[in-house]
């Protein structure tokens, strides 16, 4: 009978005791001490708990009240009838609402629109919004991830796959089926890496079909809308709405012991308050 090679002989199990369980026990890892101590950081003053009240002071939900639509809004929904308009207004001030105005004109006569975003998450919540509002039979999205109901007359999708469908109607010698093609996010024209599928998106639009651009940031607006009218040979309206934010933004540093400090102090100044959590994070990195 052919004796078995050391490699080839089985294990034989571990006695309870061995020294080689008594090593894997001492050698197993310790267990990592908790990140932050919740007893560290001493109770808020009078004076930083006013502050805190102060900086959410107002927050809520308001009360219901009838819409009414501002100047601007109406405007750009006039001017989108025979022209191009691009609509520069801070975040929150209803930019979305003149897209969905005209969309909603479209669909009630039988046309059609592309709606684009520069992200998949941002297209799956605007074809979820969309199709809660025009009705599932109406709205489809196309992105790198998803493919449903693509004949819809109503389509969410990416800014690249709107250019790649210019693409393929150049090549193919046919058009893209749409009336109206909104660019949200239109400031990412500007971006170094993306930028110019926004510019081939503008330059390849046949000019029937109505081109809306939507941002908050978007500078030298009349500049840009002078460069699309020329590539496009059309006239671009632009709708600029300045000023703040309808929605006020508030920022705040949650310390380790969820306790917030307001980021600025009344002056506007940074609150010199936080710095602390900053000295006591590193003096903790030091001693490690």
Known sequence: MARRSPKNRPKRPLKQGSRSQKRERKDKRQLARESS???????????????????????????PSPFKPDDFQLEALEAIE??????????????????REEIRRLLAEGRRAWYTTPLKALSNSKYAEFSEEFGPDNVGILTGDRKENWDAPLIVGTTEIYRN?????????GQVGTDLVILDEAHYLSDDDRGHVWEESIILTPPRIRMLLL???????????????????????????AGTRPVELRAAYMSSNRE?????????????????????????????
Request: hydrophobic share 35%.
């Open 37 to 63: 101590d919740p007893g560290r950081w001493p109770e808020q003053t009078p004076e930083q708990r006013q502050a805190v009240e102060k900086l959410l002071e107002g927050i809520g939900v308001p009360k």
């Open 82 to 99: 025979s022209e191009d308009v691009l609509v520069t207004a801070p975040t929150g001030s209803g930019k979305t609402w003149i897209a």
């Open 165 to 173: 469908q210019l693409f393929d109607a150049l090549r193919q010698g």
């Open 215 to 241: 941002s908050a940031t978007v500078g030298k607006a009349e500049d840009l809308a002078g460069w699309i009218g020329r590539v496009r040979g059309t006239t671009v309206r632009v709708i600029n709405r």
């Open 260 to 288: 917030l400090y307001p980021l600025f102090d009344r002056e506007g100044r940074f609150n010199s308050e936080i710095e602390k959590f900053t000295r006591e994070r590193n003096r903790g990195f030091r001693q490690r």
